[in-house]
Structure formats: structure tokens, C-alpha cells
């Protein structure tokens, strides 16, 4: 019962529960007291306790002491007890003594002895429990005063304390930190004197800690005084002792061009911050800095930075402080023109064995080893609160560690993992994984469906997604069977694809999604069919049968032509179409083969002759008619120059040029009428005549069959000039046409054009 409050049966109880013993501790007032109507001896505070006591074979013995407060008025009684019930129990006492009480509250005077017994009763069970009453001699029973607790100083690790005893039985001290409940004793006894004044240090406490302190005393009799009201001191902290543990990571920054610079660092220890760390200064300045170019300084209180940098080789340096000041700094130099890609984790999961341990353990695949880039020193793992993501922790693992065990997390809050590998001072990106300690990984592998098949492959893809309820799954996988053939695939929010290998053709495969070996998903697919077998045994029978009809083919022809060899056609020759055709003669003379421009001549005074050259005797039988149609004779042509008109006098007859490679002239003496007029024969014949040696200087002269040509007459002299120009024209003729010339048939074309 409290001695401040008059309604309170109990004046005070602190029960202490310990491996299932109760510390109590009654405090009872004066005040408190009441008379029992059936005992006048018996004073209580309760009316139930005046009833008949338990006979003295079941009461118990308790290790009490009671104390005696002269100025409050009041007694103190605390004693130990064990219990195996987990309920709170109603304590309270009962004092008596040998002769009759007049006042309750005047018992308690400092020559009363007084009998004490402790009742306690636990309502909720309905047991009880009494103890043996014990006699307490008031005078002897004085409680030692309050003493008072003053703090003279302190340091980096320890207080400095003073007190004024009020017992001489010797006093004792205790200290906590502001922010626990734990008391700690600093020793069992420190002797003293009644009114002494004792110091005390306070040792081996944190640095920049507040801390709380109370002291009691006793007297001879071996009561306790109450503990002395508490005292708080903050020892004092020094500035942190070793620099933060820092790693990097540079980005390129699409948006300008520039790169982002992200620094992690790990907090530092208690021991080695040196008291309470308040925050991180990080500053960096470019190597080559320019005159009027400033450091570049900001003050965070978290265990990462991001800063936005342009291309270049920066210095940059990370300092923590606290109240005492700021401590050695870490050093970094970072090219961010010379910068590896880092390579990060793979398959990262977290899984819950809540509540047998109460904590997540994190599991991950460290980088495969590379030539291109550097070992990995260490890993970190670093987790945070999604509600507070500001309360950041991590600490870090060797490089030979693929899981790790964060203990002390909250059932009821989920947190963001990252596990990030660290090449010396540069750290890759991380793989980061939501989690919480009563469902393990919040994500979950959902439609799963085949995205390609072929012959001998199967690719199947999934989705990852956030949890959709209050379930735990350990291990995700996809399986892949058919009878006795199966393939399993372990699945990590880092894959979302995969193809099956090496499987069989044409066959049917089951393929399923499985969530802590439960089946999710079932999905039934077939491999495509295999053709090579199939072409294989076709090839050789087409093969086969061509070869057959190739064969036939041969076959037959040579047995036709052994047994049946052809017969010649004259219908088909071309001779017989020649001789089959009536109108071949018609063909013929329609047929143009001369152009008429090039027998065009030009006499002296420049005017232009033509020359026709006509039959005038007809062949002597059809039968001449029809050998070497082909073939031109001379002598069957008749040339007039339209332009002039000549006598009779000088038409001759024109020898036969048989030469020439390509003409075979026949032999036909006839003759080539020549009309030719000229308004001035004599000049004419003069013109012609000059013209005439000019041709024969041109052309070769032919034999007749007498000798030479007499070109002496002028009429022999007209006659050379029409004749052997014109003779010599058909022997240098690039193209001669055969074609046989009917009477009155008119040439217009014989050569083509004549290169002269």
C-alpha cells in the first residue's frame, strides 16, 4: 500500500517475474491501518484478512524483512518467492501484537513490537498463500533515510558520483542507460559510515551516453532505505576514430549527359564513432580544379549519397562527426572515364523460418569470375525499412559467402534487401528483393506459358510479381517431364525466361509451375515434328524411280531406232517446200535486193543518171530457169541511163566477169540496149571519155576472148565507161542477193551499198 494514497489497501508491490520467482515489496501507512471487530489485538488493511488464519503447518516460510520509516510513519516489508503461476496475486499485511490495540494507527510508534504476516491471495486461481508471522522490534526496525545522490563529473567512459550515507550499515549503487529499463549494479557494498559522504566513478560506460544512477543505504540492523531519486549524466564523446568503409558506383545520367555518382558507406561502430553519430560530411572537387572552381561540400545523415558530376577525375572524400567533432575522412579517386561495369549478384532470394528463428535468411549467386574485371573483395547487404526508409543497415561479408542471417527485424514491417558485390573501393548494383519476417520474399512467380517450340527445344516465360496474399514459398521452380524424362529449373526474380534443351521430337511433355513443390500450373506441350527421318526414306525411292524413267525413257528410244530407223521426208526439206510452193516465182520477182541510189551516176556537168537494167531474152527452157536461180547472169541485162538517151549505135555486147567469189555470171551474149541523149554529144562524149580512163584507172581491165578493149572509138570509149564500172561494182559489192529476174523486171536494189 502507498503511503501517499489513503484509499489504496496495498500502499506499494512491484512484482519482478525471473524464471518464475516473484520479487514483493509492501510499503504500508500508518494512515492505512484498520482494527479486525473479531480480534482487537489485529490490525489490517483489508476486512478479508480478519478472518481465521490457516493452522501454522501450512503457512509458509518467507525470507521477509520489514522496515521502519520514523518520519513517514510506515513500514516496509520485501521478500522473494517462487510461483508457477503467471497471474498477479493480491499482497497485503497483517501486524498484531501481545495485548489489546486501542488505535490502529498508533501502533506503529517507535518501542512497538509488532508481529508481521504477509497474506497472498491470487483471485483468478483462488489459492492463497500465508506465512509465518514474524515479530519486528520497531526501534531496531528503522529504515535508513532517502539519501541524496549528486554527479560531480564525468568523462569519455565513466561518472563521477557523491552521496551522503544515512546508515552505517553501508550503502550501494546502481546506473542504467536513459533509454533501457535495465538496471545495472555497480557494487554489492560500499561501506560507510551514518553521515559520511562517499564519491564514486562510474567506469567502462559509452561515450556521449546519457546514463541514470540512484544509491540506497542501510543501517546495522541490516534494513535498506529507499533508493535515492535518479540522477542522469551524459559522458562526454570524442570525436570518431577511424573513417567510414566507402564504395562507388558511377551511371551515366541519359537525361544530360552528365553521370551520377552513387557513394555507400557502412556506419561505423560504436566503439570506433566515439559517441553518437549525428551525420557524414561528403565533399569532392574535380583533380585538375580550376582557379575560382569551389569544393563541392554536403552534410547527409543517411549511409549513402548521390551526387551529380560531370566527366572527369574527381577527388572525393567522406568524413562522420559527432558532438565532439569530425573524425579522419575516406579518401576515393574516381575517373569517371575509366570506369568497368561492374558485375552484380544473380538469384537472390530471402526465405522466413519465423517463428523457430526470428530472423531472414538471404541467400544469393555471387558474379562469376571474370579476366576483364577485378575480384570481389567483400559483399554488402544492406536492408531498410519501407516505412522508415531512412533507418538504413548493413554490415558486410566475405567474398567466399553466398547467404547471410539479419537478425532483430520486425514482425510486423516489411523491408527492402540489396546484396551488392564490392571490387575494392568500386561496388557493382545492387539486386534488391522485398521481404518480411513472417512471409519471406514478398514476390511470387505467376503465368507461366510457353512462348516457342521446336524439334528439340521448349522456351517457356514468366512473371514476377508482389504477393497477392498472406502465404510463404521458399523455393519457386518449373518442372519439365515426360515418364522418366525430366528437367527441373530453379526460378529467381532476376529470370523471367528459359528454354529446355535436348528433348525428343514429336513427343508430349507436361510442363508445370511449382511453389514449394505445390503445383500452380499446368501446362501441356508438344515438341515438333522431326522430317529428316521421313526425307531420309523417301529420298532413296525418288531416287529409285527416277532412275527407272530415266531408263525407260532410253530404253525406248534406242529400241525405235534399232527396229524403226527414219525414214527422209521430201515433203519437209526445204527443197521440196521450194518446189511445193506455186508461187515461188511471184516471191521471187517481188523480192528487192538492189538500192537503185547506188547505180545513180553523175556525169560531167554534174547531173545524175539512172540505171535500169532489164531481161531482154528469155531463158531458153524451164529448166534453165530453175538451175542457179540464185545466180545473176550479166548478159541478161539490159542498162539504160533514163537520163540520157543513146543511139543504136552504141549498144555492144558486154563481156561475162566470171572472177569474182561470191557472182557466177552465166555465159549469155546478150544485149544491154543503152539510150543515152545529151544536148551536147560532143562535149558528152569528151566528159564520158575522161570519165571512162578514170574507171579504167579504177578497175582492172577484163580479157574478152579476142584481147584487149579498144577504147579508141568513142563509141568503144561510151561503152567502157558504163560497162566496166558497173561490172566492177557487182565484184566489190559487200552483199550479193541470187534471184532470178524476169523480162521487163526492174531492179531497184542489187547490193547494198558499195564501198568504192
Same mark, same amino acid.
Given at each position: 500500500?502507498?503511503?501517499?494514497?489513503?484509499?489504496?489497501?496495498?500502499?506499494?508491490?512491484?512484482?519482478?517475474?525471473?524464471?518464475?520467482?516473484?520479487?514483493?515489496?509492501?510499503?504500508?501507512?500508518?494512515?492505512?491501518?484498520?482494527?479486525?471487530?473479531?480480534?482487537? $489485538?489485529?490490525?489490517?488493511?483489508?476486512?478479508?484478512?480478519?478472518?481465521?488464519?490457516?493452522?501454522?503447518?501450512?503457512?509458509?516460510?518467507?525470507?521477509?524483512?520489514?522496515?521502519?520509516?520514523?518520519?513517514? =510513519?510506515?513500514?516496509?516489508?520485501?521478500?522473494?518467492?517462487?510461483?508457477?503461476?503467471?497471474?498477479?496475486?493480491?499482497?497485503?499485511?497483517?501486524?498484531?501484537?501481545?495485548?489489546?490495540?486501542?488505535?490502529?494507527?498508533?501502533?506503529?510508534?517507535? !518501542?512497538?513490537?509488532?508481529?508481521?504476516?504477509? =497474506?497472498?491471495?491470487?483471485?483468478?486461481?483462488?489459492?492463497?498463500?500465508?506465512?509465518?508471522?514474524?515479530?519486528?522490534?520497531?526501534?531496531?526496525?528503522?529504515?535508513?533515510?532517502?539519501?541524496? !545522490?549528486?554527479?560531480?563529473?564525468?568523462?569519455?567512459?565513466?561518472?563521477?558520483?557523491?552521496?551522503?550515507?544515512?546508515?552505517?550499515?553501508?550503502?550501494?549503487? /546502481?546506473? $542504467?542507460?536513459?533509454?533501457?529499463?535495465?538496471?545495472?549494479?555497480?557494487?554489492?557494498?560500499?561501506?560507510?559510515?551514518?553521515?559520511?559522504?562517499?564519491?564514486?566513478?562510474?567506469? #567502462?560506460?559509452?561515450?556521449?551516453?546519457?546514463?541514470?544512477?540512484?544509491?540506497?543505504?542501510?543501517?546495522?540492523?541490516?534494513?535498506?532505505?529507499?533508493?535515492?531519486?535518479?540522477?542522469?549524466?551524459?559522458?562526454?564523446? /570524442?570525436?570518431?576514430?577511424?573513417?567510414? +568503409?566507402?564504395?562507388?558506383?558511377?551511371?551515366?545520367?541519359?537525361?544530360?549527359?552528365?553521370?551520377?555518382?552513387?557513394?555507400?558507406?557502412?556506419?561505423?561502430?560504436?566503439?570506433?564513432?566515439?559517441?553518437?553519430?549525428?551525420?557524414?560530411?561528403?565533399?569532392?572537387?574535380?583533380?585538375?580544379?580550376?582557379?575560382?572552381? %569551389?569544393?563541392?561540400?554536403?552534410?547527409?545523415?543517411?549511409?549513402?549519397?548521390?551526387?551529380?558530376?560531370?566527366?572527369?577525375?574527381?577527388?572525393?572524400?567522406?568524413?562522420?562527426?559527432?558532438?565532439?567533432?569530425?573524425?579522419?575522412?575516406?579518401?576515393? =579517386?574516381?575517373?569517371?572515364?575509366?570506369?568497368?561495369?561492374?558485375?552484380?549478384? =544473380?538469384?537472390?532470394?530471402?526465405?522466413?523460418?519465423?517463428?523457430?528463428?526470428?530472423?531472414?535468411?538471404?541467400?544469393?549467386?555471387?558474379?562469376?569470375?571474370?579476366?576483364?574485371?577485378?575480384?570481389?573483395?567483400?559483399?554488402?547487404?544492406?536492408?531498410?525499412?519501407?516505412?522508415?526508409?531512412?533507418?538504413?543497415?548493413?554490415?558486410?561479408?566475405?567474398?567466399?559467402?553466398?547467404?547471410?542471417?539479419?537478425?532483430?527485424?520486425? &514482425?510486423?514491417?516489411?523491408?527492402?534487401?540489396?546484396?551488392?558485390?564490392?571490387?575494392?573501393?568500386?561496388?557493382?548494383? @545492387?539486386?534488391?528483393?522485398?521481404?518480411?519476417?513472417?512471409?519471406?520474399?514478398?514476390?511470387?512467380?505467376?503465368?507461366?506459358?510457353?512462348?516457342?517450340?521446336?524439334?528439340?527445344?521448349?522456351?517457356?516465360?514468366?512473371?514476377?510479381?508482389?504477393?497477392?496474399?498472406?502465404? $510463404?514459398?521458399? $523455393?519457386?521452380?518449373?518442372?519439365?517431364?515426360?515418364?522418366?524424362?525430366?528437367?527441373?529449373?530453379?526460378?529467381?526474380?532476376?529470370?523471367?525466361?528459359?528454354?529446355?534443351?535436348?528433348?525428343?521430337?514429336?513427343?508430349?511433355?507436361?510442363?508445370?509451375?511449382?511453389?514449394?513443390?505445390?503445383?500452380?500450373?499446368?501446362?501441356?506441350?508438344?515438341?515438333?515434328?522431326?522430317?529428316?527421318?521421313?526425307?531420309?526414306?523417301?529420298?532413296?525411292?525418288? !531416287?529409285?524411280?527416277?532412275?527407272?524413267? *530415266?531408263?525407260? *525413257?532410253?530404253?525406248?528410244?534406242?529400241?525405235?531406232?534399232?527396229?524403226?530407223?527414219? *525414214?527422209?521426208?521430201? /515433203?519437209?526439206?526445204?527443197?521440196?517446200?521450194?518446189?511445193?510452193?506455186?508461187?515461188?516465182?511471184?516471191?521471187?520477182?517481188?523480192?528487192?535486193?538492189?538500192?537503185?541510189? #547506188?547505180?545513180?551516176?553523175? %556525169?560531167?556537168?554534174? +547531173?545524175?543518171?539512172?540505171?535500169?537494167?532489164?531481161?531482154?531474152?528469155?531463158?531458153?527452157?524451164?529448166?534453165?530457169?530453175?538451175?542457179?536461180?540464185?545466180?545473176?547472169?550479166?548478159?541478161?541485162?539490159?542498162?539504160?541511163?533514163?537520163?540520157?538517151?543513146?543511139?543504136?549505135?552504141?549498144?555492144?555486147?558486154? @563481156?561475162?566477169?566470171?572472177?569474182?567469189?561470191?557472182?557466177? !555470171?552465166? &555465159?549469155?551474149?546478150?544485149?544491154?540496149?543503152?539510150?543515152?541523149?545529151?544536148?551536147?554529144?560532143?562535149?558528152?562524149?569528151?566528159?564520158?571519155?575522161?570519165?571512162?580512163?578514170?574507171?579504167?584507172?579504177?578497175?582492172?581491165?577484163?580479157?574478152?576472148?579476142?584481147?584487149?578493149?579498144?577504147?579508141?572509138?568513142?563509141?568503144?570509149?561510151?561503152?567502157?565507161?558504163?560497162?566496166? &564500172?558497173?561490172?566492177?561494182?557487182?565484184?566489190?559489192?559487200?552483199?550479193?542477193?541470187?534471184?532470178?529476174?524476169?523480162?521487163?523486171?526492174?531492179?531497184?536494189?542489187?547490193?547494198?551499198?558499195?564501198?568504192?
Amino acid at each position: 500500500m502507498d503511503v501517499w494514497s489513503p484509499k489504496l489497501h496495498l500502499a506499494a508491490w512491484t512484482v519482478m517475474h525471473l524464471l518464475c520467482v516473484f520479487s514483493h515489496e509492501v510499503t504500508v501507512r500508518h494512515s492505512d491501518l484498520k482494527p479486525c471487530k473479531e480480534d482487537n $489485538r489485529v490490525c489490517v488493511t483489508d476486512d478479508r484478512d480478519c478472518g481465521p488464519r490457516p493452522p501454522a503447518s501450512i503457512q509458509n516460510t518467507l525470507n521477509m524483512s520489514c522496515g521502519y520509516q520514523h518520519t513517514h =510513519r510506515s513500514m516496509t516489508c520485501e521478500w522473494s518467492q517462487e510461483s508457477n503461476s503467471h497471474t498477479k496475486s493480491h499482497v497485503s499485511l497483517i501486524f498484531s501484537r501481545e495485548y489489546r490495540v486501542l488505535s490502529c494507527p498508533a501502533i506503529f510508534a517507535p !518501542l512497538s513490537v509488532l508481529s508481521v504476516t504477509a =497474506r497472498i491471495k491470487n483471485y483468478m486461481t483462488g489459492t492463497e498463500i500465508w506465512s509465518q508471522p514474524q515479530t519486528v522490534s520497531l526501534h531496531q526496525a528503522v529504515k535508513p533515510s532517502q539519501p541524496v !545522490l549528486t554527479v560531480l563529473g564525468f568523462t569519455e567512459d565513466s561518472v563521477v558520483v557523491s552521496w551522503r550515507s544515512s546508515g552505517d550499515g553501508g550503502c550501494r549503487l /546502481r546506473y $542504467r542507460v536513459d533509454s533501457t529499463d535495465t538496471w545495472t549494479q555497480a557494487l554489492d557494498f560500499v561501506p560507510a559510515q551514518e553521515d559520511q559522504t562517499l564519491t564514486y566513478t562510474i567506469q #567502462d560506460l559509452l561515450m556521449s551516453t546519457i546514463y541514470r544512477a540512484a544509491v540506497a543505504c542501510r543501517s546495522k540492523s541490516g534494513i535498506w532505505s529507499d533508493w535515492s531519486s535518479d540522477v542522469s549524466a551524459r559522458t562526454l564523446g /570524442r570525436v570518431p576514430s577511424r573513417p567510414p +568503409e566507402v564504395c562507388y558506383r558511377v551511371e551515366k545520367n541519359d537525361s544530360s549527359g552528365s553521370f551520377l555518382l552513387h557513394l555507400i558507406w557502412k556506419d561505423l561502430h560504436l566503439r570506433d564513432a566515439g559517441s553518437h553519430i549525428l551525420g557524414y560530411q561528403v565533399s569532392y572537387e574535380p583533380v585538375k580544379r580550376q582557379p575560382l572552381q %569551389d569544393r563541392f561540400i554536403q552534410n547527409v545523415t543517411e549511409v549513402m549519397a548521390v551526387l551529380v558530376v560531370e566527366e572527369g577525375d574527381y577527388s572525393v572524400t567522406v568524413t562522420a562527426f559527432n558532438m565532439a567533432g569530425y573524425g579522419p575522412a575516406a579518401h576515393l =579517386r574516381i575517373d569517371t572515364q575509366r570506369q568497368h561495369t561492374p558485375l552484380s549478384v =544473380r538469384n537472390l532470394w530471402v526465405s522466413s523460418f519465423f517463428p523457430a528463428v526470428k530472423g531472414v535468411l538471404v541467400q544469393w549467386e555471387n558474379p562469376p569470375v571474370s579476366s576483364s574485371v577485378p575480384s570481389v573483395s567483400q559483399l554488402g547487404v544492406q536492408w531498410h525499412s519501407e516505412t522508415y526508409p531512412s533507418t538504413s543497415h548493413w554490415n558486410t561479408v566475405d567474398n567466399f559467402t553466398t547467404s547471410t542471417v539479419i537478425q532483430d527485424v520486425d &514482425p510486423d514491417e516489411s523491408y527492402l534487401i540489396s546484396v551488392f558485390p564490392i571490387y575494392n573501393q568500386q561496388c557493382g548494383s @545492387p539486386r534488391s528483393l522485398r521481404a518480411s519476417l513472417q512471409q519471406g520474399a514478398l514476390m511470387e512467380a505467376v503465368q507461366l506459358k510457353v512462348m516457342g517450340v521446336t524439334k528439340t527445344t521448349v522456351t517457356v516465360m514468366w512473371v514476377w510479381q508482389r504477393t497477392s496474399g498472406p502465404m $510463404r514459398v521458399n $523455393r519457386y521452380e518449373v518442372t519439365l517431364r515426360k515418364d522418366s524424362e525430366k528437367q527441373t529449373l530453379s526460378l529467381w526474380p532476376d529470370q523471367c525466361q528459359h528454354t529446355f534443351l535436348n528433348l525428343t521430337p514429336n513427343t508430349e511433355y507436361t510442363l508445370c509451375l511449382l511453389a514449394d513443390d505445390v503445383s500452380r500450373n499446368l501446362i501441356l506441350v508438344r515438341t515438333a515434328f522431326d522430317e529428316v527421318p521421313a526425307v531420309a526414306a523417301v529420298t532413296p525411292l525418288l !531416287l529409285l524411280a527416277v532412275t527407272v524413267f *530415266i531408263i525407260s *525413257i532410253l530404253s525406248r528410244t534406242l529400241y525405235k531406232s534399232y527396229f524403226f530407223p527414219p *525414214i527422209s521426208s521430201p /515433203r519437209g526439206s526445204t527443197t521440196g517446200k521450194w518446189l511445193m510452193d506455186p508461187n515461188h516465182q511471184q516471191k521471187t520477182a517481188g523480192r528487192n535486193i538492189l538500192d537503185i541510189k #547506188d547505180f545513180q551516176v553523175t %556525169d560531167v556537168l554534174g +547531173e545524175k543518171s539512172l540505171i535500169t537494167v532489164s531481161l531482154t531474152s528469155q531463158p531458153s527452157s524451164e529448166e534453165d530457169l530453175h538451175e542457179d536461180t540464185s545466180l545473176l547472169s550479166i548478159s541478161h541485162l539490159i542498162i539504160k541511163l533514163s537520163a540520157l538517151e543513146l543511139d543504136p549505135e552504141y549498144i555492144s555486147d558486154a @563481156p561475162v566477169v566470171t572472177q569474182h567469189p561470191l557472182v557466177s !555470171l552465166q &555465159p549469155y551474149h546478150s544485149d544491154y540496149p543503152v539510150n543515152f541523149h545529151h544536148p551536147n554529144n560532143q562535149e558528152a562524149n569528151t566528159a564520158l571519155l575522161c570519165h571512162t580512163r578514170e574507171a579504167i584507172g579504177h578497175f582492172p581491165q577484163e580479157e574478152e576472148k579476142g584481147g584487149q578493149v579498144d577504147l579508141s572509138e568513142p563509141s568503144h570509149q561510151i561503152h567502157a565507161a558504163l560497162k566496166c &564500172p558497173f561490172l566492177d561494182l557487182i565484184a566489190k559489192g559487200h552483199s550479193v542477193y541470187h534471184m532470178t529476174c524476169e523480162d521487163d523486171y526492174l531492179v531497184n536494189s542489187f547490193l547494198e551499198k558499195t564501198e568504192v
